[in-house]
Protein backbone atom coordinates (compact mmCIF):
# COMPACT_ATOMS: atom_id res chain seq x y z
CA UNK A 1 0.00 0.00 0.00
CA UNK A 2 1.13 3.44 -0.68
CA UNK A 3 1.66 5.73 1.96
CA UNK A 4 0.63 9.24 3.10
CA UNK A 5 2.17 12.00 5.34
CA UNK A 6 1.44 15.35 6.77
CA UNK A 7 4.17 17.89 6.95
CA UNK A 8 2.93 20.42 9.18
CA UNK A 9 4.92 23.43 9.01
CA UNK A 10 7.66 23.41 6.38
CA UNK A 11 10.33 23.87 9.59
CA UNK A 12 9.85 20.11 9.91
CA UNK A 13 11.13 19.63 5.96
CA UNK A 14 14.32 18.19 7.10
CA UNK A 15 12.70 15.29 8.72
CA UNK A 16 11.37 14.12 5.28
CA UNK A 17 12.99 12.79 2.29
CA UNK A 18 11.36 13.55 -0.72
CA UNK A 19 12.97 12.35 -3.41
CA UNK A 20 10.72 9.39 -4.30
CA UNK A 21 7.22 11.02 -2.92
CA UNK A 22 4.95 13.20 -4.45
CA UNK A 23 4.72 16.66 -2.95
CA UNK A 24 1.33 18.20 -2.80
CA UNK A 25 1.98 22.19 -1.30
CA UNK A 26 -0.77 23.86 0.04
CA UNK A 27 -1.31 27.58 1.20
CA UNK A 28 -5.26 27.93 1.88
CA UNK A 29 -5.13 31.17 2.75
CA UNK A 30 -3.83 32.32 -0.08
CA UNK A 31 -1.87 31.19 -1.92
CA UNK A 32 -2.23 27.99 -3.67
CA UNK A 33 -5.71 28.97 -3.75
CA UNK A 34 -4.99 31.92 -5.78
CA UNK A 35 -2.48 30.19 -7.67
CA UNK A 36 -4.78 27.15 -8.66
CA UNK A 37 -7.56 30.03 -9.63
CA UNK A 38 -4.96 32.03 -11.90
CA UNK A 39 -4.22 28.85 -13.74
CA UNK A 40 -7.95 27.67 -14.26
CA UNK A 41 -8.75 31.63 -15.55
CA UNK A 42 -5.82 30.93 -18.40
CA UNK A 43 -2.73 32.19 -17.40
CA UNK A 44 -0.14 30.55 -18.99
CA UNK A 45 2.43 30.11 -16.13
CA UNK A 46 3.29 30.74 -12.78
CA UNK A 47 7.13 31.04 -11.50
CA UNK A 48 7.41 30.75 -7.55
CA UNK A 49 9.55 32.71 -5.90
CA UNK A 50 10.70 32.84 -1.86
CA UNK A 51 12.55 36.20 -2.19
CA UNK A 52 10.42 39.46 -3.07
CA UNK A 53 13.53 40.96 -5.14
CA UNK A 54 14.06 38.46 -7.23
CA UNK A 55 10.11 38.04 -8.08
CA UNK A 56 9.97 42.14 -8.83
CA UNK A 57 12.93 41.67 -10.89
CA UNK A 58 10.55 39.94 -13.53
CA UNK A 59 8.63 42.67 -14.47
CA UNK A 60 11.50 43.30 -16.68
CA UNK A 61 10.73 39.89 -18.62
CA UNK A 62 7.40 40.79 -19.53
CA UNK A 63 5.84 39.28 -16.43
CA UNK A 64 2.91 40.27 -13.98
CA UNK A 65 4.29 40.72 -11.21
CA UNK A 66 2.60 39.41 -8.17
CA UNK A 67 2.43 38.75 -4.11
CA UNK A 68 2.36 39.58 -0.56
CA UNK A 69 4.06 40.54 3.02
CA UNK A 70 1.96 39.78 5.83
CA UNK A 71 -1.16 39.12 3.60
CA UNK A 72 -0.52 43.03 2.14
CA UNK A 73 0.87 43.62 -1.63
CA UNK A 74 3.80 44.06 -1.86
CA UNK A 75 4.94 47.84 -3.10
CA UNK A 76 5.58 47.84 -6.39
CA UNK A 77 3.94 44.54 -7.52
CA UNK A 78 1.00 44.57 -10.03
CA UNK A 79 -1.01 42.40 -7.87
CA UNK A 80 -1.53 40.80 -4.44
CA UNK A 81 -2.41 37.47 -3.11
CA UNK A 82 -6.29 37.86 -3.80
CA UNK A 83 -7.89 35.06 -5.88
CA UNK A 84 -10.51 37.50 -6.94
CA UNK A 85 -7.53 39.29 -8.87
CA UNK A 86 -6.84 36.65 -11.00
CA UNK A 87 -10.44 35.98 -12.12
CA UNK A 88 -10.89 38.00 -15.57
CA UNK A 89 -8.72 38.41 -18.49
CA UNK A 90 -5.82 40.19 -17.64
CA UNK A 91 -4.12 37.04 -16.80
CA UNK A 92 -4.94 34.69 -19.76
CA UNK A 93 -1.78 34.09 -21.35
CA UNK A 94 0.38 35.86 -19.10
CA UNK A 95 2.82 34.53 -17.18
CA UNK A 96 3.60 35.59 -13.63
CA UNK A 97 5.96 35.74 -10.97
CA UNK A 98 4.81 34.91 -7.48
CA UNK A 99 5.71 35.29 -4.15
CA UNK A 100 4.10 35.06 -1.02
CA UNK A 101 4.66 34.80 3.09
CA UNK A 102 4.50 31.04 2.98
CA UNK A 103 3.25 29.28 0.29
CA UNK A 104 6.35 30.55 -2.42
CA UNK A 105 8.41 29.65 0.94
CA UNK A 106 7.16 26.10 0.94
CA UNK A 107 7.27 25.44 -2.73
CA UNK A 108 11.14 26.54 -2.73
CA UNK A 109 11.55 23.83 0.59
CA UNK A 110 9.59 21.10 -1.68
CA UNK A 111 11.57 21.17 -4.50
CA UNK A 112 13.87 17.80 -4.10
CA UNK A 113 10.52 15.86 -4.21
CA UNK A 114 9.96 13.61 -7.64
CA UNK A 115 6.74 15.58 -8.53
CA UNK A 116 5.30 19.19 -6.70
CA UNK A 117 1.96 19.77 -7.07
CA UNK A 118 -0.22 22.79 -6.10
CA UNK A 119 -3.56 21.78 -3.70
CA UNK A 120 -6.97 23.88 -2.58
CA UNK A 121 -10.09 23.27 -1.38
CA UNK A 122 -10.62 24.55 -4.74
CA UNK A 123 -9.47 22.07 -6.98
CA UNK A 124 -9.43 18.77 -4.01
CA UNK A 125 -11.28 16.39 -5.93
CA UNK A 126 -8.67 16.71 -8.56
CA UNK A 127 -5.89 16.47 -6.34
CA UNK A 128 -7.41 13.19 -4.63
CA UNK A 129 -7.77 11.86 -7.51
CA UNK A 130 -4.52 12.48 -8.95
CA UNK A 131 -2.82 11.09 -5.64
CA UNK A 132 -5.52 7.96 -5.80
CA UNK A 133 -3.94 7.23 -9.20
CA UNK A 134 -0.16 7.91 -8.92
CA UNK A 135 2.67 5.32 -8.11
CA UNK A 136 4.41 7.98 -5.65
CA UNK A 137 3.93 7.85 -1.97
CA UNK A 138 2.87 11.31 -0.79
CA UNK A 139 3.57 13.99 1.53
CA UNK A 140 1.04 17.16 1.93
CA UNK A 141 3.25 20.13 2.78
CA UNK A 142 1.37 23.11 4.77
CA UNK A 143 2.18 26.30 4.50
CA UNK A 144 1.38 27.40 7.34
CA UNK A 145 2.33 30.54 9.12
CA UNK A 146 6.11 31.51 9.58
CA UNK A 147 6.78 28.22 10.50
CA UNK A 148 4.10 28.08 13.04
CA UNK A 149 1.04 25.34 11.71
CA UNK A 150 -2.14 26.62 11.38
CA UNK A 151 -5.47 25.33 11.10
CA UNK A 152 -6.69 25.46 7.45
CA UNK A 153 -3.75 23.83 6.18
CA UNK A 154 -3.96 21.10 7.96
CA UNK A 155 -7.80 20.51 8.01
CA UNK A 156 -7.15 20.97 3.68
CA UNK A 157 -4.57 17.65 4.26
CA UNK A 158 -6.93 15.99 6.41
CA UNK A 159 -9.27 16.69 3.99
CA UNK A 160 -6.66 14.54 1.37
CA UNK A 161 -6.39 12.07 4.17
CA UNK A 162 -9.78 11.09 4.88
CA UNK A 163 -10.73 10.79 0.97
CA UNK A 164 -7.65 8.40 0.48
CA UNK A 165 -8.23 6.51 3.93
CA UNK A 166 -9.00 3.20 2.46
CA UNK A 167 -6.01 3.60 -0.47
CA UNK A 168 -2.91 4.77 1.28
CA UNK A 169 -1.76 4.14 4.78
CA UNK A 170 -0.22 7.19 7.32
CA UNK A 171 2.97 6.87 8.12
CA UNK A 172 3.32 8.67 11.44
CA UNK A 173 0.15 10.11 13.46
CA UNK A 174 -0.06 13.68 12.12
CA UNK A 175 -1.94 12.61 8.99
CA UNK A 176 -4.25 10.72 11.90
CA UNK A 177 -4.51 14.06 13.21
CA UNK A 178 -5.48 16.14 9.96
CA UNK A 179 -7.42 13.47 9.36
CA UNK A 180 -9.56 13.44 13.13
CA UNK A 181 -9.40 17.37 12.79
CA UNK A 182 -11.01 17.86 9.18
CA UNK A 183 -13.67 15.38 10.39
CA UNK A 184 -14.58 17.55 13.28
CA UNK A 185 -15.00 20.56 11.31
CA UNK A 186 -16.47 19.65 7.77
CA UNK A 187 -19.73 20.39 8.79
CA UNK A 188 -18.80 24.09 8.91
CA UNK A 189 -15.47 24.89 8.54
CA UNK A 190 -16.08 28.55 8.39
CA UNK A 191 -16.91 28.69 11.78
CA UNK A 192 -14.20 26.01 12.99
CA UNK A 193 -11.73 28.59 11.84
CA UNK A 194 -13.09 31.65 12.93
CA UNK A 195 -11.24 32.03 15.59
CA UNK A 196 -7.99 31.26 13.59
CA UNK A 197 -4.85 33.09 13.85
CA UNK A 198 -4.56 33.87 10.23
CA UNK A 199 -8.30 34.30 9.72
CA UNK A 200 -7.93 37.54 12.32
CA UNK A 201 -4.99 38.81 9.97
CA UNK A 202 -6.99 38.65 7.17
CA UNK A 203 -10.35 39.96 8.99
CA UNK A 204 -8.00 42.95 9.90
CA UNK A 205 -7.41 43.56 6.38
CA UNK A 206 -11.14 43.16 5.20
CA UNK A 207 -10.54 40.24 3.58
CA UNK A 208 -13.57 38.47 4.02
CA UNK A 209 -14.89 36.95 1.07
CA UNK A 210 -10.84 35.42 0.55
CA UNK A 211 -11.87 33.58 3.31
CA UNK A 212 -15.36 31.85 2.61
CA UNK A 213 -14.15 31.39 -1.36
CA UNK A 214 -11.01 29.70 -0.42
CA UNK A 215 -12.60 27.32 1.70
CA UNK A 216 -15.12 26.44 -1.13
CA UNK A 217 -14.42 22.55 -2.49
CA UNK A 218 -13.87 21.62 -6.37
CA UNK A 219 -14.09 24.85 -8.13
CA UNK A 220 -12.08 23.92 -10.10
CA UNK A 221 -10.26 20.69 -12.16
CA UNK A 222 -6.59 22.34 -12.75
CA UNK A 223 -3.94 20.83 -11.01
CA UNK A 224 -0.61 22.97 -11.02
CA UNK A 225 2.50 20.97 -11.47
CA UNK A 226 6.24 22.67 -10.94
CA UNK A 227 8.05 21.38 -14.05
CA UNK A 228 11.85 23.00 -14.15
CA UNK A 229 10.66 25.46 -11.77
CA UNK A 230 7.50 26.97 -12.75
CA UNK A 231 4.12 25.92 -12.02
CA UNK A 232 2.12 24.77 -14.91
CA UNK A 233 -0.94 23.20 -15.92
Not at 17 to 37: C, F, H, Y
Not at 49 to 76: N, V
Amino acid sequence: MKTIDVCLSPELMHLYDVRNRTVVVVDILRATSTMVTALAHGAESITPFAKAEECLEMKYRGYITSGERDGKKIEGFSKGNSPFEYMDDQVRGMKIAFTTTNGTQAIEKSKEAKEVLIGSFLNLSTVVKYLLLGENNVLLVCAGWKGRVNLEDTLFAGAVVEKLKDYLGPDCDAPLAARHLYNQAKGNMIAFLSESSHVKRLNRLNIHRDFEFCLTPDQYKVLPKLKNGVLVI
